[in-house]
């Protein structure tokens, strides 16, 4: 690509309030070199102007670059240990509080929101989801996914879903009401307090190592006393210790 990428950044973050600094670099250079190219656009300017001539065009490609891939109870033994070692810590609260970061497609607060359903009313627990791509919180609100997305939920949960073309499968307006689906950047604005669930899975392994760092100690004042961090498979926190975590389980970490 031609041209200054720093410019074609800087661009970017005042159309989008996307910070492409915080992202590892060449990682998020070769995708966005690799999508521009595909469009027929071989510098950053013209790109650029690209991107400006339609609201589409830059919807679809704030879409791509912050890589929604999700599936319901993805890695489904972390799903299993947070229903049988986590949630019991929560049956005596009046009120639990989730938080899903970077949600995408709904697939994970849409997951969380069965496992809870299935040991409390839906007057016991809050669950809100957020994502900075507006592509993404459309689909979630919708929640109509593939059979791919759906293939680890367990049989308990299947009546949840009902084909409505083939290999659409609409999720359960019980299961929707559950959700509270909001717009959020987790590089600039506040985040949600009193937190005592909050999964964030898979998506910081995209950040670089300082930004990283940065958000898990926002993580940690985002969640109330007693509280538990869910990540993804891709990530670990080494030096939780530092920050005030213990240590749970792998990818589980507790606000004392």
């Known amino acids: 690509m031609e041209g200054s990428y720093e410019i074609f950044?800087?661009?970017?973050?005042?159309?989008?309030?996307i910070d492409l600094d915080c992202y590892k670099e060449r990682q998020m250079k070769r995708r966005i070199d690799s999508y521009a190219q595909n469009k027929g656009y071989g510098d950053y300017e013209a790109f650029i102007q690209f991107l400006r001539t339609e609201p589409a065009n830059l919807a679809d490609f704030v879409d791509y670059?912050?890589?929604?891939?999700s599936e319901f109870f993805r890695n489904?033994?972390?799903w299993k240990y947070l229903e049988e070692e986590i949630v019991p810590r929560f049956k005596d609260r009046a009120k639990v509080r989730v938080w899903s970061a970077a949600c995408s497609t709904g697939d994970?607060?849409?997951t969380i929101a069965m496992i809870l359903l299935k040991y409390m009313p839906r007057v016991r627990f809050s669950i809100v989801a957020t994502d900075i791509d507006d592509l993404s919180l459309a689909a979630a609100r919708e929640g109509v996914y593939i059979s791919k997305s759906i293939k680890n939920v367990p049989e308990e949960f299947r009546g949840y879903f009902t084909e409505?073309?083939?290999d659409k499968f609409k999720i359960a307006?019980?299961?929707?009401k559950c959700v509270n689906f909001k717009k959020h950047n987790l590089l600039k604005e506040e985040y949600p307090t009193n937190i005592d669930l909050l999964i964030c899975r898979n998506v910081l392994?995209?950040?670089t190592e300082e930004k990283k760092e940065e958000i898990f100690e926002q993580f940690?004042?985002?969640l109330g006393r007693n509280g538990v961090l869910f990540l993804g498979n891709t990530e670990q926190m080494m030096d939780y210790r530092s920050i005030g975590y213990s240590r749970i389980a792998s990818f589980f970490y507790g606000k004392e």
Do not use: A, C, L, W
């Not at 670059?65 to 891939?69: E, G, P």
């Open 173 to 176: 307006p019980e299961i929707q």
């Open 9 to 17: 950044k800087s661009n970017i973050y005042r159309m989008t309030d």
């Open 220 to 222: 940690y004042r985002s």
């Open 205 to 207: 392994i995209y950040f």
């Open 76 to 78: 489904p033994e972390q």
């Open 164 to 166: 409505i073309k083939p």
């Open 65 to 69: 670059i912050t890589i929604n891939v």
């Open 108 to 110: 994970e607060p849409y």
